[in-house]
């Protein structure tokens, strides 16, 4: 069963805009991570956030966690064409951590 | 470092058959994992392995099965292929189990008809 789901299935903005997605998940983390999947690829790790942090930022990206809401949400700003790709959030849980369960994840398309 | 690497890139199976993915790490990572993706399903783990010598259930286990005998290889068997098991296959690697940031191979697309 997925721990993790996101919240829009599919986003699409104009370039330049700040695109926001969301993450919900069900039990007590010990962590969250989110990833970036282009089409035909792989997955990328884009940044994690510990069950004691609440905001981190890397570059573009600022992530939040609120564990009494257990959700996440993913900004990217000034979004870029390079931007387009699908999103996903995976936790681990506190009593299972040599395992993250990944989301469905967001589609995210950025219009030129 | 070619970081994780998975052979085959694609595969077209006859129900029945049987075959076996390969993933590769050079980062003496201790934790390696496969996952399946099918559309709208985002990545569910089927097996995976806390070091070398050891395997671990998933999510989706059934119909599979995989081998950790070397540190850097992890491998993916279907005995028996089955048109269900058509997929797209990721292995990923991680320093630390849920931790840490996993590593991701480029995936293996296998058909199974």
């Known amino acids: 069963s997925q721990q993790g789901e996101e919240d829009p299935q599919a986003l699409s903005i104009q370039e330049g805009e700040n695109a926001t997605m969301n993450c919900s998940y069900k039990?007590?983390?010990?962590?969250l991570q989110w990833y970036r999947q282009n089409s035909g690829r792989g997955l990328v790790h884009l940044i994690l956030?510990?069950?004691?942090?609440r905001e981190k930022h890397s570059g573009r990206l600022r992530v939040t966690l609120d564990t009494s809401k257990k959700s996440s949400s993913l900004l990217i700003t000034a979004s870029r064409a390079a931007d387009t790709a699908s999103y996903f959030c995976?936790?681990?849980?506190?009593?299972?951590?040599?395992?993250?369960?990944f989301g469905k994840g967001t589609r995210l398309h950025i219009l030129p | 470092n070619a970081g994780v690497t998975q052979t085959p890139k694609f595969r077209v199976l006859k129900t029945g058959q049987s075959m076996t993915l390969l993933c590769a790490q050079d980062?003496?990572?201790?934790?390696m994992y496969w996952y399946r993706q099918d559309p709208g399903m985002g990545l569910r783990l089927i097996h995976y392995?806390?070091?070398?010598?050891?395997?671990a259930k998933g999510e989706v286990p059934d119909g599979y099965n995989v081998s950790r005998l070397k540190k850097q290889n992890f491998l993916l068997g279907l005995e028996s292929a089955a048109p269900s098991q058509t997929s797209v296959y990721f292995c990923?690697?991680?320093?630390?189990?849920?931790?840490?940031?996993?590593?991701f191979g480029p995936g293996t697309r296998l058909t199974v008809t």
């Open positions: 990923a690697s991680s320093d630390s189990g849920g931790n840490y940031e996993q590593y």
């Open positions: 039990t007590s983390i010990n962590n």
């Open positions: 956030i510990r069950s004691n942090e």
């Open positions: 995976a936790t681990a849980t506190w009593n299972r951590d040599d395992k993250i369960i």
């Open positions: 980062m003496n990572h201790e934790y």
């Open positions: 392995s806390v070091g070398e010598g050891t395997t």
